[in-house]
């Protein structure tokens, strides 16, 4: 038992029963992030896990819904622009740095998750892709979440995670034991999913916090590289979360205030770069820096509009992180590699399939005024 208290962080007294119920509230926290990616490529052995297996579990949990993203199911599509401040020029020679430089930017907004009718959850992860296109031909694609860490650090620990947190179909929950199993034998997603429950959840896409996640390196015109991450952080005011639906609200709560947002104004982000020091962990995205990092104000995303997902938008961009101009390349971070190779995947598959409309559709393409 005392294992699972250490690994809980539950108090030693704590009795079997509630120790259960926390072991019930941190898978809770697992299987709502394990969704955030799909990772999954050669590094395991023949039969255990490929991407196309992965992709599979997220249809055998959410059933079958053609044309969509087998995660990040709805979505909404945002268009915008990226005005640099020229700060990140010294960590990096990507064009989309370069001070002055504006890039026009094509997005994504999401919930994590494969049911693209369900109604929107203020406590679902958020996400927030780009597509930036440089003036030369070059392209940077990010994929971005709203937690602060990921909860597993390697792609053979999501494959025990995706087991261990499947839902009991008797309680809806991850089955306790499967559970202390798990975080027996990895304890840093214990760490992790704490992190991840503590995070403020904010009222909407607009006041929230995007994280990279994974970490990257940036390299100087002199060719000196630096482990980064980078968050966008909003520059509107964090309100509280919404509370729980009432029968019969608007299904699409989150969506719909973003576009109705959007109508009346332009929303901003800043790009605030965080410098990584000699042993900070690029490999492991169960960890946060230390707060002390270094960080570079790199520019402003403006988002200026946003339209329901159709057919030449963003519902038929493929958001691989793995796209990425001269100047940003990827660190040692395994997931990296086995999310680009499952995002194609998944890509590859709902590309031959017939569409269907999104849950969010009741708006053509819309913005404020610039």
């Not at 509630?18 to 490529?41: C, D, M």
């Not at 579990?57 to 622009?81: D, L």
Request: hydrophobic share 40%.
């Amino acid at each position: 038992m005392s294992l699972l208290n250490d690994l809980t962080g539950a108090p030693p007294g704590m009795t079997g029963r509630a120790l259960l119920l926390r072991l019930s509230a941190i898978g809770a926290v697992l299987a709502g992030t394990a969704g955030t990616f799909a990772y999954a490529g050669g590094w395991l052995s023949p039969g255990a896990l490929t991407p196309a297996r992965v992709i599979d579990r997220f249809q055998e949990v959410n059933g079958p819904h053609p044309g969509f993203r087998r995660n990040h199911a709805k979505g909404m599509c945002v268009v915008g622009r990226f005005a640099a401040s020229g700060a990140g020029a010294r960590l990096s020679r990507a064009g989309v740095f370069a001070e002055g430089r504006v890039t026009p930017v094509e997005g994504r907004v999401a919930l994590a998750g494969g049911q693209p009718y369900a109604a929107d959850a203020g406590t679902t992860v958020r996400s927030l892709a780009l597509r930036f296109r440089l003036p030369d031909g070059e392209e940077w694609r990010t994929g971005m979440n709203d937690i602060p860490v990921f909860p597993v650090r390697t792609p053979e620990a999501f494959a025990d995670q995706l087991l261990a947190a499947k839902p009991d179909p008797a309680t809806g929950k991850p089955d306790p034991a499967r559970m202390h199993a798990f975080l027996a034998a990895h304890p840093e997603s214990a760490a992790a999913a704490a992190l991840i429950k503590a995070r403020r959840i904010t009222s909407g896409f607009a006041d929230d916090t995007y994280w990279s996640l994974n970490a990257f390196r940036f390299v100087a015109a002199d060719g000196r590289a630096t482990p980064v991450r980078f968050a966008y952080l909003p520059e509107r005011a964090a309100a509280p979360e919404i509370g729980a639906q009432a029968p019969g609200a608007d299904q699409n709560v989150l969506f719909d205030d973003l576009a109705a947002t959007l109508r009346r104004e332009q929303l901003r982000w800043r790009l605030v770069v965080t410098a990584g020091r000699p042993g900070d962990p690029t490999d492991d995205a169960t960890k946060p820096w230390p707060a002390d990092r270094e960080t570079v104000d790199a520019g402003t995303l403006t988002l200026t509009g946003a339209a329901p997902e159709a057919a030449g938008n963003c519902r038929d961009i493929n958001f691989d992180p793995l796209v990425l101009p001269d100047g940003i390349a990827p660190s040692g971070d395994p997931l990296l590699s086995a999310r680009s190779a499952a995002y194609s995947r998944s890509f590859t598959r709902r590309a031959g399939e017939a569409k269907s409309p999104s849950a969010v559709t009741d708006m053509p393409m819309h913005g404020a005024a610039p």
